[in-house]
C-alpha cells in the first residue's frame, strides 16, 4: 500500500525550497502562488509578476488593505515592499525573454518525459489562454512543474507524450508532485525522491512514462 | 497652441469606423482598463472590430458576479467596463489576445463567439504581443523570437534559425486606435500610471493611429515630474477626464 499524497500547501512547501538567496521568481496560477508563502526564511527572493512588478510583498486578503492598483497577474491584491519596482507590460516581458527570471513554477495539465509542457488549454473543454505561462516555459532560466503525479480521475499528468496541446516543447527541468521530484534529463526522467512511504515502483506504476531509478533516491523533506 | 484634452469620451472615439482594429489597454483587473472609452465604442456602435489586448473581457453580466465574489479581497467600483462589453453586443469580429478564456468554470462572451463560431481569435503569448504592438510603435516591421516554435503560435510563420535555435517571424501590430488608461496626463499628453495599472497601456500607446487616454486627472504643464513621465505625451492624441462617480455604461457622455 502506498503512502498518502502530499496535499497542495506541502507541494508548495517543498517547491519553495528551490528558491536560493537573491533569485528573480516567477509563480504560475494554481498551486505555485502558494510558494511565495514559504520562502526559507533565510533567503531574500525577489517575486516577478508579469503585469508589471518585482519585489513586491505578501498578498492581501482584507478588502480594507487591498489597492486595486497593485495586483499580481492572478488579480490578487499585493503588498508593497521597499525596492519593489513597478514597470510596463513589454519591459515585464523583457525580464521573462531575456532569461532574467532564475525560476518559475508552474502549473500543470501534462508534462512529459522529454519536458514537454502542456498548461494552457483542454481542447473540447475551453478555448486555452496562453497568458505569460508560454514566454516563461520558454525562457525562464529553470522551469519547475508543480502538479499532482495524476488527475483527480486517476489519469497520469506526467506522461510519456502528451495528447494535449503544447505551451511549450522540452522545457521543463524539474517536476515536483504530491508523490515524487524528478529531473528531466537527457538521458530521459530521473527520480530524484519519492514521498514518504511511497517506493520507486508505485511512482512508476501510475505512468507509462520511463522514469529512470538511481541508486540514490532520497525521501522527499522541507526543509 | 497644444491641448488635447477632449470634452468627452463620445468626442474621443467619434472617428471610429466599421471594422477598425482596437487595441484596449489592461490586463484584466478594473484600475487599469479603459472602461468609459470602451462604453463610448459601445455606445457608437461600430461594428467588425478587431480587438487586440490581453483578454476580450468577461462582460457585463460576468462583470457583476465577479465584483461581488472579488468583494473578499478587492473592492471594486459600480464602473468596471470591459472588453467583453463590445464582444457581448457583437461588435467583435476578431480577437489577438493572450488571455481569451476565463480562469474559472463560466465562458466569456468571447469564448462563447469563438465556439460559436461568429469570432475569430488570434491566440498570442502576452511577450509576443507586447513585442508586436512595440515594434508597430518604433516603425520595426517584423522581429524574430524563440518563443511559441513548436506550438499553436508557430502555424503559418516564417521559421528561421538563429545560434542553433529555431525562431519565428513576428509582424508588428499597428492599429487604429489604442484607448489606454492612465493616472495623471497633462495637455501635452504626457501620461503617469500608477502601480500595476501601467501594464499594457503604455506599451499600446503610439501603436496606432490614434492613441486616447482615459485619466483620473489633467495636471497644469511642469506638474509632472519629466524624470517620471512614463509616456511622452508624442504618442497621444486625445485625453478624457473620468467621471468623479460611477456612471451606466450606456449613458451619453
Known amino acids: ?223 | 497652441m497644444i491641448n488635447k484634452i477632449v470634452g468627452s469620451f463620445d468626442e474621443a472615439v467619434a472617428d471610429m469606423v466599421d471594422g477598425a482594429t482596437v487595441m484596449i489597454g489592461g490586463f484584466g483587473g478594473p484600475a487599469e482598463c479603459p472602461g468609459y472609452l470602451i462604453a463610448a465604442v459601445a455606445r457608437k456602435e461600430v461594428k467588425d472590430l478587431t480587438i487586440v489586448g490581453n483578454t476580450g473581457g468577461w462582460g457585463v453580466n460576468l462583470l457583476a458576479i465577479l465584483r461581488e465574489r472579488m468583494a473578499v479581497i478587492l473592492k471594486i467600483g459600480e464602473d468596471w467596463y470591459d472588453p467583453g462589453l463590445l464582444v457581448g453586443r457583437g461588435q467583435v469580429k476578431k480577437g489577438i489576445l493572450c488571455f481569451p478564456a476565463a480562469p474559472a468554470r463560466v465562458l466569456t462572451p468571447f469564448e462563447q463567439g469563438v465556439l460559436q463560431g461568429q469570432v475569430e481569435l488570434e491566440l498570442l503569448g502576452q511577450g509576443t504581443l507586447c513585442e508586436r504592438m512595440r515594434a508597430a510603435k518604433g516603425g520595426i516591421a517584423a522581429f524574430y523570437t524563440p518563443v511559441g516554435v513548436g506550438t499553436v503560435v508557430e502555424e503559418g510563420k516564417e521559421v528561421r534559425e538563429f545560434n542553433g535555435r529555431k525562431h519565428l517571424l513576428e509582424h508588428a501590430i499597428k492599429g487604429d486606435f489604442s484607448l489606454i488608461r492612465a493616472h495623471k496626463a497633462d495637455r501635452y499628453g504626457n501620461l503617469v500610471y500608477r502601480g500595476t495599472a501601467r501594464t499594457f497601456n503604455p506599451v499600446m500607446a503610439g501603436a496606432s493611429t490614434v492613441t486616447v487616454a482615459e485619466v483620473d486627472e489633467v495636471v497644469e504643464l511642469g506638474e509632472l515630474d519629466p524624470e517620471c513621465v512614463v509616456t511622452p505625451g508624442v504618442y497621444v492624441q486625445r485625453v478624457v477626464v473620468r467621471p468623479k462617480e460611477p456612471r451606466p455604461w450606456d449613458e451619453a457622455m
Not at chain 1, 533567503?43 to 478588502?63: C, K, T, W, Y
Open chain 1, 1 to 223: 500500500m502506498a503512502g498518502e499524497r502530499l496535499d497542495e500547501q506541502t507541494m508548495a512547501i517543498r517547491a519553495a525550497k528551490e528558491f536560493q538567496d537573491g533569485m528573480i521568481i516567477n509563480l504560475g496560477v494554481g498551486i505555485p502562488t502558494f510558494c511565495s508563502n514559504f520562502v526559507p526564511p533565510d533567503r531574500e527572493i525577489l517575486f516577478h509578476s508579469e503585469n508589471g512588478v518585482v519585489g513586491f510583498g505578501p498578498i492581501i486578503d482584507n478588502p480594507d488593505d487591498a489597492d486595486e492598483n497593485l495586483i499580481n497577474a492572478g488579480a490578487q491584491p499585493i503588498s508593497s515592499k521597499p525596492g519593489m519596482a513597478i514597470m510596463d507590460h513589454a519591459e515585464s516581458l523583457c525580464i521573462i525573454r531575456g532569461g532574467h527570471v532564475d525560476i518559475t513554477v508552474l502549473g500543470v495539465v501534462q508534462v512529459s518525459e522529454k519536458g514537454d509542457l502542456a498548461n494552457y488549454t483542454i481542447p473540447g473543454k475551453q478555448i486555452g489562454s496562453l497568458g505569460g505561462g508560454q514566454d516563461l516555459a520558454f525562457c525562464a532560466k529553470k522551469v519547475i512543474a508543480l502538479t499532482t503525479f495524476t488527475t483527480k480521475e486517476g489519469d497520469a499528468k506526467v506522461v510519456k507524450e502528451c495528447t494535449q496541446p503544447l505551451t511549450a516543447p522540452r522545457c521543463v527541468d524539474r517536476i515536483i508532485t504530491d508523490i515524487a521530484v524528478m529531473d528531466v534529463r537527457p538521458e530521459g526522467l530521473v527520480l530524484r525522491e519519492v514521498a514518504p512511504g511511497w517506493t520507486a515502483e508505485e511512482v512508476q506504476g501510475l505512468t507509462d512514462a520511463k522514469i529512470i531509478v538511481p541508486p540514490d533516491v532520497e525521501e522527499m523533506t522541507l526543509l
